[in-house]
């Protein structure tokens, strides 16, 4: 079945500079890949998604992008706010209709 | 509209009860999704539903647990003989459709097992 792992468990990031979270994953037939925000106490949030047959996902200052053969995507936030603050999760739609999750990135942004 | 809702939002139990866990999904998705969360993890598949049926159960750690959905909408997460190993966050998400695409996430009940 499907594994997802995704680096690093914590990252902290300067206010106003870039982060990037990575996730690799080991099936070759998963053809969906969200992910989702979660700030503490609250439920999970779909921030933004690619399919396989793109490579790359633009929505204002979040991008991702998906390297099919490599089997990695990538989030991409630039110009980071107080409020990017949260755990982010990557997730893989395997072939058995899961999905399956990412152990989680803890993203501090330092003022 | 109303998003995914679920009952009750926190639920404290003695080791060995009986608790039931309800999931109102978003009106008009045929696809609901269980899932259990512990401190500092990602989502843990349980269970999926397509319309009334569970499409796939293969998540349900053992038979102590178990999910209905009878007519396609509510489900219910129904957990015998409680374990303290059961605490965590119970989410509950649904979709359109089995299509891969978006999950809605509803606010999760939260068990907790003394």
């Known amino acids: 079945g499907e594994n997802v792992e995704q680096h690093p468990s914590t990252l902290s990031v300067q206010e106003g500079d870039s982060a990037v979270i990575k996730c690799t994953y080991s099936d070759s037939a998963s053809n969906y890949f969200p992910w989702y925000k979660q700030e503490l106490g609250k439920r999970p949030q779909l921030i933004i998604d690619i399919r396989s047959n793109v490579g790359e996902k633009k929505d204002q200052r979040i991008a991702v992008t998906l390297n099919k053969t490599a089997k990695h995507f990538s989030l991409h936030i630039t110009e980071t706010q107080p409020e990017d603050s949260a755990v982010y999760f990557c997730?893989?739609?395997?072939?058995?209709?899961?999905?399956?999750w990412g152990a989680g990135t803890k993203l501090i942004i330092k003022p | 509209g109303a998003g995914v809702s679920q009952t009750p939002s926190n639920k404290v139990t003695e080791k060995g009860k009986y608790v039931e866990l309800r999931c109102d999904p978003i009106s008009g998705h045929t696809a609901l999704y269980w899932y259990r969360q512990s401190l500092g993890q990602g989502p843990e598949f349980l269970i999926y539903f397509q319309g009334t049926g569970a499409a796939d159960d293969s998540g349900l750690p053992n038979d102590r647990f178990f999910a209905v959905r009878p007519e396609g909408s509510v489900s219910t997460l129904k957990i015998q003989r409680t374990e303290r190993g059961d605490s965590a966050m119970y989410l509950c998400a649904s979709s359109p459709s089995a299509a891969p695409g978006t999950q809605y996430f509803g606010p999760g009940t939260r068990l907790l097992v003394l």
């Open positions: 997730a893989a739609w395997d072939s058995n209709y899961q999905l399956i």
